[in-house]
């Protein structure tokens, strides 16, 4: 097997998935704001004309990872298990599904929680984050009503807790250290539906 010329190794930052995650790496290094052209185009080891090939500026670089993160927790949203059955086993399935959707896709879920609303971009992927949190609230206070969670906790306040910890989990959470998805979310369900289930 040939050994990888420069000019080979630099073409693979050519292809648009490479181009993206080599960005979204940037982003959540320097923050989107103070990430530049000329800073991707370091990254990537191409000129900032190779880069334009594929976007239009970095703006669309941001839509498409932002948008990596959310399609996930769309298709989620919209699957059969979100929608029937006990609330609380439903509740139970998305804490699930959003870690794995959260360790899968670390790198763009990590930029999605930390985008302020300083663009029209930034604003469309808050108001998409809205849409879930809302779905999630009604997801809680239908498991409220069935009488599955204690009636003594506020499900407003269920529902930060619970995903303010799924959310946290980007913080700290390395593939490196030997836990999947599955092991996080094993230790968060039993550690929140213990204390939560009637």
Do not use: C
């Amino acid at each position: 097997m040939a050994t990888p010329t420069p000019t080979r190794q630099r073409r693979r930052g050519h292809d648009p998935e490479s181009v993206l995650s080599i960005a979204v790496g940037v982003f959540n290094e320097r923050g989107y704001d103070g990430t530049s052209m000329e800073d991707l185009a370091r990254a990537l080891g191409v000129t900032k004309s190779a880069i334009y090939y594929h976007v239009p500026g970095k703006e669309q670089l941001l839509a498409r990872a932002l948008d990596r993160a959310l399609d996930g927790l769309s298709e989620m949203v919209a699957d059969q298990r979100a929608a029937s059955g006990p609330a609380i086993e439903r509740l139970e399935w998305v804490v699930r599904q959003s870690v794995r959707i959260l360790v899968d896709r670390l790198p763009y879920v990590t930029l999605l929680l930390r985008v302020r609303g300083n663009s029209h971009t930034e604003q469309a992927a808050l108001e998409r984050r809205r849409e879930f949190d809302a779905f999630i609230s009604r997801l809680v206070k239908e498991a409220a009503a069935e009488g599955s969670i204690r009636p003594d906790v506020d499900p407003a306040l269920v529902t930060r807790l619970l995903f303010g910890t799924v959310n946290s989990i980007a913080d700290w959470y390395q593939p490196s250290r030997g836990a999947s998805s599955d092991d996080v979310a094993d230790a968060l369900l039993k550690m929140a539906f213990n204390g939560l289930r009637v």
